[in-house]
């Protein structure tokens, strides 16, 4: 069992940076690998980055890629996303999900969501 708390979000002009924090609870962060999702109104909530267990490998959506990046630490149980060169249609609520280390694709089966954190890009 683990529980996610995301923090970070905010308001930010187009072109400007946030960086999302999820802490998670527990002793075995280390063996979960790690995503991020968004949920914009009236949409499905959808795939934006992940991070396997080992931190070796990741995975972004192709409408983030080159401006976002997840990474971990582990020593402080969080997983981050720097979301630079931000757009307007990234406005979404932003949730953290963990599942535990698996070799599926990382944009599947997460098992832990956070209660999501508001990002509002204007333009």
Known sequence: QVQLVESGGGLVQAGGSLRLSCA??????????MGWFRQAPGKEREFVAAIRWTGSSTSYASSVKGRFT?????????????????????????????RVRSSDGLRLSYDYWGQGTQVTVSS
């Open 24 to 33: 998670a609870s527990g002793r075995t962060f280390s063996s979960y690998d």
């Open 70 to 98: 997840i990474s971990r630490d582990s020593a402080k149980n969080t997983v981050y996303l720097q979301m630079n060169s931000l757009k307007p249609e990234d406005t979404a609520v932003y949730y953290c999900a963990a």
